[in-house]
């Protein structure tokens, strides 16, 4: 196991995969590898840089050379060719009415009804831009990026958040939903920023020095923050690093509904119960 390689981490109510330049592992929730999504099965490519959980029966990946939607174990492919805006892929959601939105270099795709309709950023944006991640959220499918902070938008329209607008940070690395519905973004150096009738900035000393590389909200509502050195808890204005999480490097990481906690550190994946992490090669 190589966590730097691991691209995406991903979990449905059965199985956790993991996004690899090899393919997608998929793993059962005792760590088990139950199946290897790569060229040899059916996948355009084996670089998968991210997985998409539609629903139990519906995982999305995206590869160098477009996308997959995996279902009844057959692969539907679609690249440029096929109605993408381009191959170019960095995040995948879906709305409310079941459409998936795929973020693109230089804009997005939306599938619905078995079409695509592509969407360019207007000329506030360079053609370069590629979304860390989308979600969907109150109609808009928000963005955030690396450097230009957050853009909304709503099929004509495009909104941006940034530092020179009052928004925290031009930095960020992916936004979450809670349960109550509020939106949630996670800044790489400026830890969370919750919109709740204006945008909330919420940081404390415990991030000073640290990068946040992921960030997760599981079914209570405590937020789950992954660093550069430990991983961080924020619940209920309180923070907390776990003693037993603290000075990894977790890349990337998930909830399953079971309730334990799965992230990649350099050189293992782990799944964390309060009582025991268990690694896994």
Do not use: M
């Not at 709503?154 to 979450?176: A, C, M």
């Amino acid at each position: 196991f190589n966590g730097n390689n691991v691209f995406d981490l991903a979990i449905s109510n059965k199985y956790v995969y993991i996004g690899t330049p090899n393919g997608a592992y998929q793993r059962n929730y005792k760590g088990v590898v139950e199946f290897v999504h790569n060229g040899t099965t059916g996948l355009l490519n084996n670089y998968v840089n991210k997985v998409f959980i539609q629903d139990s029966n519906k995982v999305w990946f995206a590869t160098p050379k477009g996308l997959q939607l995996f279902e009844g174990n057959n692969y539907l492919a679609f690249d440029n060719t096929t109605g993408l805006l381009n191959n170019i892929i960095s995040s995948i959601c879906s709305d409310s009415l079941g459409a998936i939105w795929v973020a693109n270099l230089g804009g997005l795709s939306q599938y619905t009804n078995n079409n695509w309709v592509t969407y360019n950023y207007n000329n506030n944006y360079p053609d370069t831009l590629l979304c860390t991640s989308i979600i969907n959220h109150s109609g808009l499918i928000w963005c955030t990026t690396s450097a230009n902070g957050l853009i909304s938008f709503d099929k004509v329209n495009w909104t941006v958040y940034n530092t020179s607008n009052g928004f925290p940070s031009n930095n960020l690395i992916t936004s979450q939903i809670d349960t109550s519905g509020v939106l949630w973004i996670a800044s790489a150096d400026s830890g969370l920023i919750e919109y709740n009738n204006g945008w909330v900035h919420h940081y404390n000393s415990i991030l000073n020095n640290k990068t946040i590389n992921d960030f997760k909200i599981d079914k209570n509502n405590v937020k789950w923050i992954f660093t550069t050195n430990g991983i961080i808890q924020f619940n209920n204005n309180t923070w907390n690093t776990p003693l037993n999480l603290s000075g990894i490097n977790a890349k990337k990481g998930g909830i399953a509904t079971e309730d334990s906690l799965w992230f990649a550190t350099d050189t293992s994946l782990v799944k964390y119960s309060p009582l025991r992490p268990r690694p896994f090669a």
